[in-house]
């Protein structure tokens, strides 16, 4: 998930939009795993470990039994 701006880190509308239709084809018992520009948590916002619309993508994902988010983009150790 990538929001391809130079701004501020959010999934947004459209790229939220798309993850719901996609992954409606598939059962809650699918593992999912989850590539992310950003992380998908709001932890401390300096060090962009921050995406403001985080807890949107968490409520589409909440769903499915097992998901691995795996995110780059910050440049401290977590």
């Known amino acids: 998930l990538d929001n ?3 701004s501020s880190f ?16 598939i059962s809650a018992d699918t593992p999912l795993v989850v ?3 950003s ?7 300096q060090w962009n470990f921050w995406t403001d619309d985080a807890e949107q993508v968490q409520a589409i994902l909440q769903k ?3 998901c691995t988010v795996i995110h780059g983009h910050t440049h401290q150790l977590l």
């Open 64 to 66: 499915y039994k097992t």
């Open 4 to 6: 391809h701006l130079q």
């Open 39 to 45: 992380p998908l948590y709001k932890l401390y916002k």
């Open 35 to 37: 590539f992310s520009h």
């Open 10 to 25: 959010t999934v947004g509308d459209t790229n939220r939009e798309w993850l719901k239709k996609d992954l409606e084809k």
